[in-house]
């Protein structure tokens, strides 16, 4: 009698859901297919729009196993599988796992963007979280920097792309600026004269836009002359050095008084 009784609900449940199941397995085979040729063209499409080669991964990453989750979900709710507890169990880990890794995910984020919108890039000299020094690399959670000083610095891409950044490349060029105090006895004609000629002599200086030499500021005990160059971003601080030091020889050479120390 029980195994008569057992044949017939299984017979029941062979022609109520047993069409649901065979449906569900063929689905899921189809978008299996699917997902795999998706994962081609995706790569392609990737490649074609060039997209950051350390962030191609992550995309094609995320996006596929978004797609077979989904597959999975619809599958299973199609052929009546009980989701409450799976979809509480994913959620309770998905809190747990937020709270534990929301300063890597702000990270993620960051570089994520950071390699999309390319506020900088590869080579480029940048000022960001107090730190001077050109990016040699660009990576999902952080970004590296070589300061002059042969000093590597790692920046948090989460801190870095929500702060000021200054890019001091980009534009291809990079002003000088500096004062130099002069007695109030001194010639200012001549001085300015042998500032240019200084500029003039010195390498790597370019010739546009316009050299500025001028007098900016009246101290108590000194007038102010500054100085604006421009200079290739990789030359800076060697045009500055060279330059401050010859026109500070030059100037002592012509006779010009510098201001009396206090």
Same mark, same amino acid.
Do not use: C
């Given at each position: 009698?029980?195994?008569k009784?057992?044949?017939?609900?299984?017979?029941?449940?062979?022609?109520?859901? =047993?069409? %649901?199941?065979?449906f569900?397995? +063929?689905?899921?085979?189809i978008?299996?297919?699917?997902?795999r040729?998706?994962?081609?063209?995706?790569?392609?499409?990737l490649?074609?729009?060039?997209?950051?080669?350390?962030?191609q991964?992550?995309i !094609?990453?995320?996006?596929?196993?978004?797609l077979?989750v989904?597959?999975?979900?619809?599958?299973?709710?199609?052929? $009546?599988?009980e989701?409450?507890?799976?979809?509480t169990?994913?959620g309770?880990?998905?809190v *747990? *796992?937020?709270?534990?890794?929301?300063g890597?995910f702000?990270?993620?984020? $960051?570089?994520?963007?950071?390699?999309?919108l390319?506020?900088?890039?590869?080579?480029?000299? +940048?000022?960001?979280?107090g730190?001077?020094?050109?990016v +040699?690399? +660009?990576?999902?959670?952080?970004?590296?920097?070589?300061?002059?000083?042969?000093?590597t610095?790692?920046?948090?891409? $989460?801190?870095l792309?929500?702060?000021?950044?200054?890019?001091?490349?980009?534009? =291809?060029?990079?002003?000088?600026d500096?004062?130099?105090?002069l007695?109030? *006895?001194?010639?200012?004609d001549?001085?300015?004269q042998?500032? !240019?000629?200084?500029?003039?002599?010195? %390498?790597?200086v370019?010739?546009?836009?316009?050299?500025?030499?001028?007098?900016?500021?009246?101290? /108590?005990? /000194?007038?102010?002359i500054?100085?604006?160059?421009?200079?290739?971003?990789?030359n800076f601080?060697?045009?500055k050095?060279?330059?401050?030091?010859?026109i500070?020889k030059?100037l002592g050479a *012509? =006779?010009?008084?510098?201001? %009396?120390? =206090?």
């Amino acid at each position: 009698m029980e195994v008569k009784e057992f044949y017939k609900e299984f017979h029941t449940w062979i022609i109520t859901q =047993g069409p %649901k199941y065979v449906f569900g397995i +063929i689905v899921f085979t189809i978008g299996l297919w699917v997902i795999r040729f998706l994962r081609n063209r995706i790569r392609l499409r990737l490649s074609q729009r060039a997209v950051h080669s350390s962030l191609q991964p992550f995309i !094609l990453s995320l996006t596929i196993t978004s797609l077979y989750v989904l597959l999975i979900i619809w599958v299973m709710n199609y052929i $009546g599988f009980e989701m409450t507890i799976f979809t509480t169990i994913i959620g309770a880990f998905s809190v *747990a *796992a937020g709270l534990a890794l929301s300063g890597t995910f702000q990270n993620f984020a $960051g570089g994520v963007l950071i390699l999309l919108l390319k506020p900088f890039e590869l080579d480029d000299s +940048i000022v960001a979280q107090g730190q001077e020094g050109k990016v +040699i690399s +660009i990576q999902i959670f952080y970004t590296v920097l070589l300061t002059a000083d042969n000093k590597t610095v790692i920046i948090p891409n $989460g801190k870095l792309f929500n702060e000021v950044i200054v890019n001091v490349t980009r534009e =291809g060029k990079r002003r000088l600026d500096f004062d130099v105090k002069l007695a109030y *006895a001194a010639d200012i004609d001549k001085a300015k004269q042998v500032m !240019l000629d200084a500029i003039k002599s010195t %390498k790597n200086v370019l010739t546009t836009p316009a050299i500025r030499v001028g007098l900016v500021g009246l101290d /108590s005990d /000194s007038i102010r002359i500054t100085v604006n160059v421009w200079v290739e971003p990789a030359n800076f601080l060697d045009v500055k050095i060279a330059l401050m030091e010859k026109i500070i020889k030059d100037l002592g050479a *012509a =006779g010009i008084n510098f201001p %009396k120390p =206090g």
